[in-house]
């Protein structure tokens, strides 16, 4: 009798790194922020769940797990933002398949939580504002140009919320991948 080979399980290990790299675009850099500075994530059964917000705006990158599923939902963990680098580094050393996010690079959420994102992302789609002028920074339009690309997403769906105090949502559809993304971004009123 042929012993089964048991099949790989995990993240495409190139992908994992642009989803990290994408998502270290959209996270806070200032130190008076802790909870924001690092990438916050999560694992279910299915996929990986990353997000990244500097205040302005937000990101959630979802990638499918190849594989086996994971036999729970484990805790939110963070990657600190001195040690992406490493993260990206330890991964891409590793095999093709990248059984998880390297342990050593993680840590526990601790005193400086990060913030719920399913509070701010737009649940239902609205008109754009007729009444005033909405507009967003320049830098924060250019970060959404430059994930995209970093997703290898070539289609941008955007959506106004319900109303034009909540902000622009944009659906990033990545061609032939198993990537998902969500960006939001905070608008400024003129």
């Given at each position: 009798?042929?012993a089964?080979?048991?099949?790989?399980?995990?993240?495409?290990?190139?992908?994992?790194?642009?989803?990290?790299?994408?998502?270290?675009?959209?996270?806070?850099?200032?130190?008076?922020?802790?909870?924001?500075c690092?990438?916050?994530?999560?694992?279910?059964?299915h996929?990986?769940i990353?997000?990244?917000?500097?205040?302005?705006?937000?990101?959630?990158?979802?990638?499918?797990?190849?594989?086996?599923?994971?036999?729970?939902?484990?805790?939110?963990?963070?990657?600190?933002?001195s040690?992406?680098?490493?993260?990206?580094?330890?991964?891409?050393?590793?095999?093709?398949?990248?059984?998880e996010?390297?342990?050593?690079?993680?840590?526990?959420?601790?005193?400086?939580p990060?913030?719920?994102?399913?509070?701010?992302?737009?649940?239902?789609?609205?008109d754009?504002p007729?009444?005033?002028v909405?507009?967003?920074?320049?830098?924060?339009?250019?970060?959404l140009?430059?994930?995209?690309?970093?997703?290898?997403?070539p289609?941008?769906r955007m959506?106004?919320?319900?109303?034009?105090?909540?902000?622009?949502?944009a659906?990033?559809?990545?061609?032939?991948?198993?990537?998902?993304?969500?960006?939001?971004?905070?608008?400024?009123?003129?």
């Open positions: 009798m042929e089964k080979t048991k099949e790989p399980s995990g993240y495409d290990a190139k992908t994992l790194v642009r989803v990290i790299q994408a998502a270290r675009l959209a996270m806070s850099d200032d130190e008076t922020r802790l909870g924001l690092g990438l916050s994530f999560v694992e279910d059964k996929r990986l990353v997000e990244s917000t500097n205040g302005h705006l937000c990101l959630r990158i979802e990638l499918q797990r190849f594989g086996e599923p994971l036999k729970q939902k484990r805790e939110r963990r963070r990657i600190p933002a040690l992406i680098s490493l993260a990206i580094e330890t991964i891409k050393v590793g095999e093709f398949i990248a059984p996010i390297p342990e050593e690079c993680t840590e526990a959420e601790g005193d400086f990060f913030p719920d994102l399913d509070v701010v992302f737009p649940k239902q789609a609205g754009a007729k009444d005033r909405v507009g967003w920074h320049p830098v924060y339009v250019e970060a140009g430059k994930i995209a690309k970093r997703l290898r997403a289609c941008v959506q106004w919320a319900a109303n034009v105090e909540s902000p622009l949502r659906d990033l559809i990545s061609a032939g991948e198993n990537v998902s993304a969500v960006f939001c971004l905070m608008p400024m009123s003129f």
